[in-house]
């Protein structure tokens, strides 16, 4: 059975004449009586009687009504289903993204979003940069906010912006004046980070290995927030990517530039290669785009 003949079994079999059926049809009488006929021969026998006054359904027409129904009724839903998706009218997307992101940029881009896409849901996974990586890795989302994986990461990667780490230093420390600071400056406090296997502990970490240094770790934890509260209550200093000032801020740390090294990093979109995304998704990477100043592809 195709569509087409369900569609013609169904008009026929709802007026009971072959004329009515190829007005709502919009076919003609021959075009419609073959089409029948085909669906009578796939199914093996006869499903209406025709006489020249009447037409009515066999046995076999009554039992295939209901089933008629129900198929095409599945049928033009999937079809609405579809065309909502692709029309963005319907549709979910989830994504993971790194804290630092998902708690300073990304909600106002979502609010942005959800004003243009109402009926698009969208579910984020706020996790540590790591398993951002892994998640689209393994497909339990369709996209991630990260920074940019190693080469030897099998993720395509589009840039949204480079983020500069600045110092988080007490609100009442004679740091906290300075209109810059340089590593040695920081390296002099006890210093408080996130805990490994977070990237930014990693990258600091790096960095400054590169050039002889140590990190000097005396106060961690898993959450930036904690961080800037430790910072903010004169435990110690830190340095955060500057996505965060706002938050550090919000704690009540202050947050100066940071050089000698500078340390930076792209952030940006990861998804899985060979994977295209799906409408809504791609509307949401188009709108991350479009916010961070990214031309969009």
């Known amino acids: 059975m195709t569509v087409k003949q369900l569609r013609a079994f169904l008009a026929v079999a709802n007026t009971l004449s072959f004329a009515q059926a190829c007005e709502r049809l919009h076919l003609s009488q021959s075009a419609l009586s073959l089409t029948i006929k085909a669906l009578e021969d796939g199914m093996g026998g006869r499903l209406f009687s025709r006489t020249t006054r009447a037409v009515s359904l066999t046995p076999e027409g009554e039992a295939l009504l209901p089933l008629a129904r129900r198929l095409l009724a599945d049928w033009d839903n999937a079809e609405d289903e579809l065309r909502q998706r692709f029309t963005l009218k319907q549709g979910r997307v989830t994504l993971a993204s790194m804290p630092s992101f998902a708690g300073n940029l990304l909600p106002a881009i979502l609010r942005a979003f959800s004003d243009q896409y109402p009926s698009i849901s969208v579910t984020v996974h706020d996790v540590i940069n790591e398993q951002v990586m892994e998640m689209v890795r393994?497909?339990?989302?369709?996209?991630?906010?990260?920074?940019?994986?190693?080469?030897?990461?099998?993720?395509?990667?589009?840039?949204?912006?480079?983020?500069?780490?600045?110092?988080?230093?007490?609100?009442?420390?004679?740091?906290?004046?300075?209109?810059?600071?340089?590593?040695?400056?920081?390296?002099?406090?006890?210093?408080?980070?996130?805990?490994?296997?977070?990237?930014?502990?990693?990258?600091?970490?790096?960095?400054?290995?590169?050039?002889?240094?140590?990190l000097p770790v005396q106060f961690e934890?898993?959450?930036?927030?904690?961080?800037?509260?430790?910072?903010?209550?004169?435990?110690?200093?830190?340095?955060?990517?500057?996505?965060?000032?706002?938050?550090?801020?919000?704690?009540?740390?202050?947050?100066?530039?940071?050089?000698?090294?500078?340390?930076?990093?792209?952030?940006?979109?990861?998804?899985?290669?060979g994977h295209e995304l799906s409408v809504a998704a791609q509307a949401i990477a188009d709108a991350l785009c479009t916010a961070t100043g990214y031309p969009q592809g």
């Open 138 to 214: 393994d497909r339990q989302v369709e996209l991630g906010i990260a920074f940019e994986p190693e080469s030897s990461m099998p993720l395509s990667f589009i840039p949204l912006y480079t983020d500069r780490f600045v110092a988080v230093v007490p609100a009442d420390s004679t740091l906290a004046v300075s209109d810059g600071l340089v590593w040695d400056d920081l390296l002099e406090q006890p210093f408080i980070t996130l805990q490994r296997p977070s990237t930014v502990r990693f990258m600091l970490e790096d960095h400054l290995r590169q050039r002889g240094r140590n």
């Open 221 to 273: 934890s898993h959450q930036l927030a904690t961080v800037g509260r430790m910072v903010a209550c004169g435990l110690g200093v830190s340095a955060v990517p500057a996505l965060c000032r706002a938050q550090m801020l919000e704690v009540g740390a202050q947050c100066v530039a940071l050089s000698d090294p500078v340390i930076e990093k792209r952030v940006g979109i990861l998804t899985k290669p």
